[in-house]
């Protein structure tokens, strides 16, 4: 009955949400390239490639999930150099970096539309031996299409919000016939097992693996130098630098205003402001043209006046941004909500600073705050007077990036854990991976 109404109503809802969705496409840029996949449609290529080899289908919406996967792919393509892997995402962001990064033992596609004859049609083409789902992605046409086909289904990495966890009780009944249907899940936490035993999970389907996103042991791809960028723009390393990663509507006022306060102490300090979406971009130029700062976009043409504040208007290279910091502010976490991720920051040893609003990283901040791996602000004015703080006492700042790396120790090895619990969904051999 559940997947009756749902195809009876997704195509009316799909209908409703269209024209704001082509609205954030367009804004996003390069919304044409590879549309078609979006309802199945591949190239000849695509098609050839996809008729020999064993595949998996790794779904992962958006660039945070796409990141996670990306490491679990290098380890399980260390494991198992045969498999290949559809890589699908829903977002442009997601996509464009996935098409950058791409290797030849992995394609990325776009997510299909979750309506059953287009997943009917991305399965048959792909014909995986299994999928892969990234931390809250259930799509309930492609989980119930994979499990028709006798495709075996795991989701890797999940993580559950408080909110989320609310709204997954109370909608127990109707998620079940969807979560039931998963062969296994990789918990980042033992305290979330009870949830999902709660929507019809068996205990021997659930793992603990930690979160492959907080793993301390695996760091992908080496990380770019982008100093010389910096030195284009007529900044040098001598300046103290505070990045804000991720960062919301309303934020960027703040940080502006925190500059202005932390140069009565740090004249020549700068601020480097990487907006969660870039197509903001403009918007952020206007609402700062009153704060008497100079600002630029990283992909301006230097000219001979250095920028007091760089908006680094790309996408993919957040990671390596970190590196040039002296001082990181984790975004929606002040105005927003929610917050975002921090490990990046911290695994390029760079101390951490987020605002009250980190939710959906709620055990992982509590765990920050316990171990003094990070300081929490309220507004522009603690802001400015810790990371003023931080650039005077650099032993306080090393002090809080090694406490905030013992806040990931639960986490190292979670990308070989979770590669165990794939491998025995695939395989059917055991898995190192502790169950619940």
Known sequence: MIRFLYNLFFPLALIVILPRYLVRMFRRGDYRRDFGQRFARYSPDLQQRFESGTWLWVHAVSVGELLIALKLLDELHRRRPEWKFVVSSTTSTAHALALAQQKDWWVPVYTPVDFGPVVRRALGCVRPRAVILTESEMWPNFVWTAADRKIPVVLINARVSPRSARRYRRFAPILRPITSLLGAVGLQEKEHAGLWKHLGIAAERLHITGSVKYDPTVGGEPARDLQPVLAAFGLTRDEPVLLAGSTHEGEEELLADALNILRRDFPSARLLIAPRHV?????????????NLRVMRRTAEPDSSPPDILLLDTTGELRDWYFCADAVFIGKSLSGSGGQNPVEAILAGRPVLFGPRMENFASLRDALCTTGGAIEIRDAATLSAETAQLWSDPQKAAQLVAAANLALLPHRGATE?????????VMGSDSAASRV
Not at 417 to 425: C, D, F, I, Y
């Open 279 to 291: 197509e903001r971009t403009a918007d952020i130029m206007s609402r700062l043209a009153g704060k």
């Open 417 to 425: 854990r979770t590669a165990n619990l794939v491998e025995e969904v």
